[in-house]
């Protein structure tokens, strides 16, 4: 069974820092592309930032860009966000998902609440 | 950058009865390697989204077969031939490629 388990989140003051955690199970976590794909309180999903297999190709959202930061550990079957200089726009839930190919994003965790609040 | 427009936003429906749902991008989806890679999720109250369909018309496993993908170019349709009341949620477009999901359609009972 393919699981992905997301931790990390929590409250945080703006200008704040988090990385987020993506434990990964059920499958050859080395051979996946994994992204992470956020979606703000009562809005739609939005794609954060993804890695490729060894973590040499990355890419984060525009709008994040100088604050993001996505890495992998093959050997843990993880998969992190760091996430720099919080915003009170960044308060959302964070899922992780394996990226099969083309954003056919075949298996999502459970998601975890980071609120950027003073 | 493309640009994903979803309608209707909100989908009331009857139980049994069909529902259909576009997604339309501002420009032709076609990949150079001659597929296209819009997909759909499904995303119930509280639940993480679930993918449903892939490469337009491919129907994950486990997906009942009520549910199917049609379109080409610049615009898709994700229907329900009979509206069952598991299949109250939101449901997203997505284009790949691009890293792009549509707005969302809000299906209501």
């Known amino acids: 069974e393919v699981r992905l388990v997301e931790s990390g989140g929590g409250l945080v003051q703006p200008g704040g820092s988090l990385r987020l955690s993506c434990v990964a199970s059920g499958f050859t976590f080395g051979n996946s592309w994994m992204t992470w794909v956020r979606q703000a309180p009562g809005k739609g999903l939005e794609w954060v930032a993804d890695?490729?297999?060894?973590?040499?190709?990355?890419s984060c959202l525009g709008a994040v860009r100088d604050r993001c930061t996505i890495s992998r550990d093959n050997a843990k079957n993880s998969v992190f966000l760091q996430m720099n200089s919080l915003r009170v726009e960044d308060t959302a839930v964070y899922y992780c998902?394996?990226?099969?190919?083309?954003?056919?994003?075949?298996?999502w965790g459970q998601g975890t609440m980071v609120t950027v609040s003073s | 950058d493309v640009v994903l427009t979803q309608s209707p936003l909100s989908l009331p429906v009857t139980l049994g009865q069909p529902a259909s749902m576009s997604c339309r991008s501002s420009?032709?989806?076609?990949?150079?390697?001659?597929?296209?890679?819009l997909n759909w999720f499904q995303q119930r109250p509280g639940q993480s989204p679930r993918r449903l369909i892939y490469?337009?018309?491919d129907r994950d496993s486990g997906v009942p077969d009520r549910f199917s993908g049609s379109g080409s170019g610049t615009d898709f349709t994700l229907r329900i031939s009979r509206v069952e009341a598991e299949d109250v949620g939101v449901y997203y477009c997505?284009?790949?490629?691009?890293?792009?999901f549509g707005q969302g359609t809000k299906l209501e009972i």
């Open positions: 998902a394996r990226d099969p190919f083309y954003g056919a994003y075949d298996f």
């Open positions: 997505l284009l790949g490629t691009q890293k792009t």
């Open positions: 890695i490729n297999q060894d973590g040499s190709d990355k």
């Open positions: 420009h032709s989806l076609l990949h150079s390697d001659g597929n296209t890679y």
């Open positions: 490469k337009v018309s």
